[in-house]
């Protein structure tokens, strides 16, 4: 209780600034002649200013109906979760976070002891408490809040039904998330965990004789991609040159991003000298590591074979799916999957089997009187870059921007070049990752007659948080 008086106290210092701030703002505009009336003042500009004071103006009453409920009955009375929430809600608005994560809390709290601990409504409490940690940063509260509903949905959905699916795919999405922007220390542990809950949910659908969805489809993609990216292993036996590849890939990302920079500040030397350090920086930290295995002495680490196996998965996974929606006779997903199995041979290089699955793809959308499906559309981002906007941003900082670029998408998928038309982003450091990131990414080419060729001064937004 002390703790919740201590915050009113703050909250009503709050408060006070703001009025005071409305009394100062209000006399500004009686003294300027130049200033539009209260009715033109409020078709010009009917958001930030009155919102703020219309949600500062609700949680000033609800303080004091709260401590109404508390001084009449008790701090377990009923009414005092539902005020508390709607407290959360508006202290959100105001981007009071922490004071938003305690006013949920206590909500919670007063959930489980009317409810119970297993009560449906606390779903939506858990997930807002979810969303002020994670808006305070604090990514392990935030998982930990994720794990909470994920718990409770399994307990009143069951851990095997259809309707557990959707929870699991957000924790896909969150390790995906963890991993892309490098939260945890210890590399891969955030895609193990992802890898585990995809294996779940083809229990689901395996359980079922179903064909998974194709959210769940892209989600394995990725995550058995990324996956394959952690190691480049090598036959130390019959192989002496263990870098070309992987310098070469480094060659081709590094030469893209660089250009990006030059075009952004041609005419700032040491700026654009800085971007391409930290650029080409960025790319070789994401370099898979090289391991060199001797295959022929049967002695190696397990857990390598785990990460080489990648490839292998995600193929056996495609051709599985496409067997499966032939017999149903899905058509349009047959085809969506048989196109899903040429971007898959193009995310590691083998171009021929690209090539040869596109063709098919032309081919049977043809026999099924839907060659417009595929033909000549817009490049499409694969893998982790096709995701990256639908995971969770986990970027300390409150800044956002947003660029807009021309890229040169070659008929392999690769980004040959980088081109930056207009962004409002002022820090090198963040056109340096955002350039690294753009060169690494893989695109499903133009396909003509199922054919790839390549897309000159493709435009691509990006927003980023910094």
């Not at 008086?5 to 130049?34: D, G, H, P, R």
């Not at 990460?307 to 032939?326: A, P």
Request: aromatic share 10%; net charge negative.
């Amino acid at each position: 209780m002390k703790s919740s008086i201590t915050k009113l106290s703050v909250f009503w210092v709050f408060l006070c600034q703001w009025v005071f701030a409305a009394s100062v703002y209000a006399q500004e505009l009686q003294i300027s002649e130049t200033t539009p009336s209260f009715e033109d003042e409020i078709q010009l500009e009917p958001d930030s200013d009155s919102l703020q004071f219309s949600a500062v103006e609700s949680v000033e009453l609800l303080l004091e109906q709260i401590e109404t409920v508390e001084a009449e009955q008790n701090s377990f009375a009923p009414e005092l979760g539902e005020l508390s929430f709607e407290l959360g809600l508006q202290l959100e608005t105001l981007g009071l976070h922490e004071d938003a994560l305690e006013a949920f809390l206590r909500a919670d709290q007063n959930m489980k002891i009317r409810e119970g601990l297993y009560s449906n409504n606390r779903e939506i409490l858990i997930r807002k408490i979810f969303d002020q940690h994670v808006a305070l940063n604090d990514w392990e509260s935030a998982e930990i809040a994720l794990d909470n509903n994920a718990w409770l949905r399994a307990r009143n959905v069951d851990s095997d039904s259809l309707d557990y699916v959707e929870v699991l795919q957000e924790l896909v999405r969150w390790n995906l998330a963890v991993d892309h922007y490098d939260i945890e220390d210890e590399e891969s542990v955030a895609l193990i965990r992802a890898y585990s809950d995809l294996e779940e949910i083809f229990d689901i659908y395996a359980a079922r004789d179903m064909p998974a969805d194709d959210v769940t489809i892209n989600l394995a993609m990725t995550v058995n991609h990324m996956l394959s990216q952690q190691v480049y292993i090598v036959d130390s036996v019959g192989q002496r040159d263990t870098s070309a590849a992987l310098e070469r890939k480094y060659f081709r990302q590094s030469r893209a991003a660089v250009m990006a920079c030059h075009s952004l500040y041609n005419e700032a030397e040491e700026i654009r000298d800085r971007c391409s350090r930290s650029a080409e920086r960025e790319i070789r930290r994401n370099l898979p590591e090289t391991i060199l295995i001797d295959y022929s002495s049967g002695q190696y680490d397990q857990n390598i074979s785990f990460y080489s196996r990648s490839y292998f998965r995600g193929k056996d996974l495609l051709l599985d799916q496409l067997e499966v929606l032939k017999d149903q006779g899905d058509q349009r997903r047959s085809l969506d999957t048989i196109m899903k199995l040429g971007d898959w041979y193009l995310l590691f290089g083998y171009q021929r089997s690209a090539e040869e699955m596109y063709a098919a793809a032309w081919a049977y959308a043809n026999q099924i009187g839907q060659p417009e499906v595929i033909h000549m559309q817009e490049p499409m981002a694969i893998s982790s870059a096709g995701l990256v906007e639908s995971l969770p941003r986990l970027v300390v900082g409150n800044r956002q921007g947003e660029a807009q670029v021309a890229v040169t998408i070659a008929r392999t998928g690769e980004i040959e070049k980088i081109e930056y038309l207009d962004t409002d982003i002022d820090d090198e450091s963040v056109i340096a990752d955002l350039s690294a990131n753009l060169a690494g990414s893989i695109y499903r080419p133009i396909l003509r007659d199922g054919v790839p060729i390549a897309a000159v001064a493709y435009t691509v937004n990006k927003q980023v948080s910094y």
